[in-house]
């Protein structure tokens, strides 16, 4: 049974079991086993009514506060891995080198290499020389000074030159660092480049001089400095000036030679955290020329040190992030805020002494929208491209949250040792903002690439968070034209990578999407002219199921057709936003040319290692369908008026008689559905069914078997009971799957010349009272000849959950051909309807539809609820040119009404509800003044009935559950037995 009074009739036969062993079968586990689930109060998970789509909330930020800093990654890092030939650092982690001894022989090689013990010595290249560098001048930081001088020695600026003089930048003394011989030095301000002058084939600075003397590519680098420094200081990023102590910018770090003429091949900038004057130290090859826009970018990673200078172990710190998975990790993160803070800076300051070097930030937005799917902290390795494109998520959050977002992170790094990741989570946190709830718009704002188009009023800032402001979203749309996968096409200018799927009307396909944590993927689905219910204008309606995976977010996202109001030029606007409802389920109405529809979905859970998540792929299936609009059948509705009712009808006596008087057959039983056979036998399915025979006296022994499902066969007056086992040891009729499952019946019809019975399966799953649940569906064909043993048993659907089989409205008398399968989606109350059909009579051998809304879908978890109110059991039966559905009341627990509705089709809807009859048997001030006695799950019996007079019957129990001669079920028998009644519609 389905429903909380399901362990009624279970426990007393387990219990009398026990006292017999003859009747265990009927009861998987002698603890609880469900027997009178269908009534009312039902026990099964409740499952709330599905509640009304609506869009989620726009986040909005509250005012910053620090939010409790959580538990920090694991910071204790695998120690890096410079490849088999490097043996220095491998001699230090393996123990066999101090701190101090691997710096100076790391170091020293620079210099000597014949200082180094010949078994140190490198063997091959070294891998990642940059990374290499970076980390000995991290393990330098907590060395002697004698140690890591050659990594971290002093230098100063020149003295000034007066105006008039100009500049002799290169009459200084020259500095040897790292291998290299530089002969100029330029300072402004708190910066100093150390630099050469390429001439006579050898590198340096173009010999290009302003008038003053000073090279043009030096004094650009010099401005280009003072102008990020004042605007990143204006931004609140710290950099202390130091007396004698200025910042160094290298320029010409092409190579470090290392023992063995080996060599560390530097071929991209980047900052030593320890270096010239003990701190970060910019070091740039020959052959980069972006003379404006990389001091800007590189400058911001010498703010970015800043945040580990207050740790009391920063060395340590810095060491690990370098280690392992933490410097993919942190690297990640560095980049795309350098971007970002060198696009502010032209932002801020728009003074463009190189135009196009402002456009530079925006070079790898193809690299992170050309996949979508990868991971949001994906790394690609020193100087490759994903992290760089990433610029677009710091951007995204200091224009939806706060212009100090990045900042904040930053600062959630240094207080609390948080990767990126962690940092930007804490940091959302402390807004008040659920990171994972924006990231679908996120990603929503990167297929557009524009500024979010307004909503209808009232609410005209809800899709704020689908766009961006930045004015260079043009900039971006621009980097991924004519690129493989980021073109544009029928909606506009170029976005990122998507499927694009012609969809027309009748379509059912599932795609599978392999995503890594944080990534996104787009598909457009686009309607085909002329496909789909012509009185429409060729509608139908779009069904995207996303599953209810709860580490996913998807909406469908439908565009203003070209020409359209609010269409921007080449590039399109929101027409709405439609999200999953309560069942993942997103539906599109009036799907049709020219429409395009597209799905984002988004992967929230994150990984703060960026190496985790890149490795650990999900695929997320998507079911997309598009139904025709339902044709509802035509009729003028009868009016409900209930003429006369009848009670303890035929064969209520019959039943009572036979329990009386059988010797091994059935005493008592429920569900009470019934099928008529050609040769004009009556089959009687029921469910928990207690075995005679009956005491003398009419009471029922202690020791009466009970079994889960059997037949009572009626020819004429006569009753013949089929179960299971034998008359000693009687079984179900339909006998267990496995240990610690049963079947329960539902409807039963004719098909093909034999009886076809719906079965719900249900199992145990734990030792306690209420686990337990339902399975699956199962249908049964019996031959009529032999209605003792199944001829097949073969699954029906069973995907979402609904045991169907709560009634059956046959083909034969459906009007359509299809036979229609009623189910129930569960709760304690207000239960509801589901309607699925099939074409013919046989259950197993076609394909389900199942209704809904927008019409026949052939998901089950696409299926959505019609009538509240009804119960487990209930019929659908024709009258009249019109469809009667007949069930007790359940918007009431235990109540004792049983109402009637029609339709003029079997899927309904059903109106006109009317009371037709009140049981009077349940609870204290019932027929039996008992407060344990239920009844529930009233049916039609067509077989029973003509014209406008119905044969009906329900169910009685009885919640008394003790195994006693005194106890209801063994003193009275009688109270679990149906009761029939006729009624008549006037």
Not at 170 to 193: I, K, Q
Not at 546 to 573: E, F, L, Q
Not at 901 to 923: A, I, N, Q
């Amino acid at each position: 049974m389905r429903n909380t009074l399901a362990l009624v009739s279970t426990t007393i036969v387990l219990a009398a079991a026990v006292l017999t062993g003859g009747s265990a079968q009927a009861a998987p586990d002698p603890r609880a086993a469900p027997a009178a689930d269908r009534t009312i109060g039902t026990a099964a998970p409740p499952h709330p009514p599905e509640p009304q789509v609506t869009t989620p909330p726009v986040p909005r930020p509250k005012p910053f506060k620090e939010a409790p800093p959580g538990t920090a990654a694991d910071k204790a890092a695998t120690p890096p891995d410079f490849g088999p030939d490097e043996r220095i650092l491998s001699a230090y982690h393996r123990g066999k080198l101090s701190r101090d001894d691997a710096v100076r022989y790391g170091l020293g090689a620079l210099r000597s290499p014949r200082s180094v013990p010949a078994h140190l010595r490198p063997t091959g290249a070294v891998r990642d020389p940059q990374r290499y560098l970076t980390y000995l001048s991290m393990l330098a930081a907590s060395t002697r000074p004698e140690v890591s001088a050659t990594v971290a020695p002093d230098v100063t600026a020149p003295a000034a030159a007066p105006v008039a003089a100009g500049y002799d930048d290169c009459a200084a003394e020259p500095f040897d660092y790292l291998g290299t011989t530089y002969r100029c030095r330029a300072s402004a301000g708190e910066f100093l480049v150390l630099y050469n002058v390429a001439s006579a084939g050898r590198p340096g600075v173009p010999a290009d001089f302003n008038a003053n003397g000073r090279a043009k590519a030096v004094q650009h680098m010099l401005n280009s400095l003072a102008i990020a420094v004042n605007e990143y200081r204006a931004m609140g990023y710290p950099l202390p000036v130091r007396d004698g102590k200025p910042w160094v910018l290298v320029y010409g770090v092409d190579e470090i030679p290392v023992v063995g003429g080996l060599g560390l091949k530097i071929d991209a900038p980047f900052v030593l955290p320890y270096g010239l004057n003990q701190q970060a130290t910019i070091l740039v090859p020959n052959g980069q020329d972006d003379w404006d826009y990389l001091p800007r970018h590189e400058l911001f990673h010498v703010m970015q040190y800043q945040y580990w200078d207050r740790s009391d172990v920063e060395s340590d710190f810095i060491v690990n992030f370098v280690g392992g998975k933490e410097f993919g990790s942190m690297n990640w993160w560095m980049e795309a805020t350098a971007e970002w803070a060198t696009r502010q800076t032209y932002a801020r300051d728009p003074s463009l002494p190189f135009p196009g070097d402002e456009k530079l930030y925006a070079r790898n937005v193809y690299d992170v929208l050309s996949m979508p799917g990868a991971a949001l902290n994906s790394w690609g390795g020193l100087g490759e491209g994903r992290q760089y494109g990433a610029f677009l998520l710091a951007t995204y959050l200091t224009e939806q949250i706060d212009a100090t977002f990045v900042r904040r992170t930053w600062e959630s790094v240094r207080d609390h040792g948080h990767l990126p990741i962690e940092a930007i989570r804490h940091t959302a946190q402390g807004y008040g903002i659920n990171f994972a709830d924006m990231l679908l718009n996120y990603h929503i704002a990167n297929y557009r690439l524009a500024k979010a188009n307004a909503a209808p009023a009232p609410t005209v800032d809800a899709w704020r968070p689908y766009g961006y402001l930045d004015a260079n979203t043009s900039l971006w749309r621009t980097n991924l034209s004519s690129m493989t996968g980021t073109s544009g096409d029928i909606l506009g200018g170029a976005r990122p990578a998507r499927k694009s799927h012609p969809t027309p009307a009748g379509r059912y396909v599932e795609y599978q999407d392999t995503l890594r944590k944080g990534g996104a993927v787009y598909h457009d689905f686009r309607a085909v002219q002329n496909s789909g219910d012509p009185s429409c204008g060729y509608c139908s309606t779009l069904l995207v199921d996303t599953t209810k995976d709860p580490h996913r977010r998807s909406a469908v996202i439908i565009w203003s057709p070209a020409g359209g109001t609010g269409t921007m030029a080449k590039y399109p606007s929101i027409q709405t936003v439609r999200h999953p409802d309560a069942g993942g389920l997103i539906t599109v109405p009036d799907f049709k040319h020219p429409m395009v529809a597209t799905l984002v979905t988004t992967w929230t859970e994150l990984d703060v290692h960026s190496a985790d998540a890149d490795s650990s792929p999900k695929t997320f299936p998507t079911y997309v369908e598009t139904t025709l609009p339902l044709t509802g059948r035509s009729c003028v509705l009868r009016p409900l008026s209930v003429s006369s009712v009848e009670t303890n009808v035929q064969p209520e006596a019959t039943f009572n008689q036979y329990a009386a008087s059988t010797a091994d057959g059935w005493t008592g039983g429920d569900s009470t559905y019934s099928v008529k056979l050609p040769d004009g036998r009556i089959v009687w399915l029921f469910s928990d069914t207690w075995m005679g025979p009956l005491n003398g006296d009419g009471t029922r022994p202690v020791t009466a078997p009970l079994v889960n499902n059997t037949f009572v066969v009626q020819s004429g007056t006569s009753l013949t009971t089929y179960q299971g086992g034998t008359a000693g040891a009687p079984r179900a009729l339909l006998p267990p799957s496995g240990i610690g499952k049963w079947y329960w019946v539902g409807d039963g019809h004719l098909s093909g010349g034999q009886l076809q019975v719906v079965y719900q399966e249900y199992e145990r799953f734990g030792s306690g009272a209420w686990d337990w649940r339902f399975h699956r569906n199962v249908v049964a064909n019996f031959a009529l000849s032999n209605l003792r043993t199944p001829v097949s048993v073969r699954e029906l659907p069973s995907a979402s959950g609904v045991a169907w089989g709560s009634g059956l409205l046959p083909a034969s008398r459906s009007g359509d051909g299809y036979t229609y399968v009623y189910g129930v989606d569960d709760s304690p109350i207000n239960k509801q309807m589901r309607i699925a059909r099939v074409s013919g009579s046989d259950l197993a051998g076609g394909t389900w539809q199942y209704h809904t809304p927008w019409g026949w879908t052939v998901r089950e978890q696409n299926s959505r609820n019609l009538l509240t109110g009804i119960a487990n059991e209930y019929s659908v039966t024709p009258w009249g040119g019109q469809f009667l559905l007949l069930s007790q009341d359940s918007t009431q627990a235990f109540s004792g009404q049983i109402n009637a509705w029609t339709s003029c089709s079997p899927y309904g809807p059903f109106t006109h509800k009317t009371p037709v009859y009140r049981m009077p048997e349940p609870g204290p001030y019932g027929s039996y003044w008992n407060p344990n006695i239920i009844s529930y799950n009233a049916h039609v019996h067509t077989a029973l009935s003509s014209g406008n007079t119905f044969v009906a019957s329900y169910n009685v129990n009885s919640m008394d559950t003790r195994v006693s001669p005194d106890a209801d079920h063994y003193r009275d028998p009688g109270i679990y037995r149906p009761r029939f009644f006729r009624f008549t519609l006037g």
